[in-house]
């Protein structure tokens, strides 16, 4: 059973940082690309930043320059450095993983949301 633990979300000035951490229960270089996604009530949730097993990384036009995603292999572990926070960041974050099989399913793998609020 393949687990993400997220971490690292809380309450943030505007301006402020934080960084979220995703630890994945198996090698994250079993995963076709992880990234982080979020979600507001009431609307779909969206992609924030995502990397690819051969290192490309796509980040939302709404988070560019402000946030970097990075992963430690060593750790099973991708991160969200989020800087320059704005209220409309607002939102419950999810790490989101997949990998496909040698029989060409595919397998997705979401973690349990931590809450990023950005108020003064």
């Known amino acids: 059973q393949v687990q993400l633990v997220e971490s690292g979300g809380g309450l943030a000035q505007p301006g402020g940082s934080l960084r979220l951490s995703c630890a994945a229960s198996?090698?994250?270089?079993?995963?076709?690309?992880m990234g982080w996604y979020r979600q507001v009530p009431g609307k779909q949730r969206e992609l924030v930043a995502t990397?690819?097993?051969?290192?490309?990384?796509n980040y939302a036009d709404s988070v560019k320059g402000r946030f970097t995603l990075s992963r430690d292999h060593a750790l099973n572990t991708v991160y969200l450095q989020m800087s320059s926070l704005k209220p409309e960041d607002t939102a419950v974050y999810y790490c989101?993983?997949?990998?496909?099989?040698?029989?060409?399913?595919?397998?997705?793998?979401w973690g349990q949301g931590t809450q990023v609020t950005v108020s003064s």
């Open positions: 989101n993983a997949f990998r496909y099989f040698v029989d060409g399913t595919k397998s997705d793998y």
């Open positions: 198996i090698s994250i270089g079993s995963f076709y690309a």
């Open positions: 990397i690819t097993s051969g290192s490309m990384i």
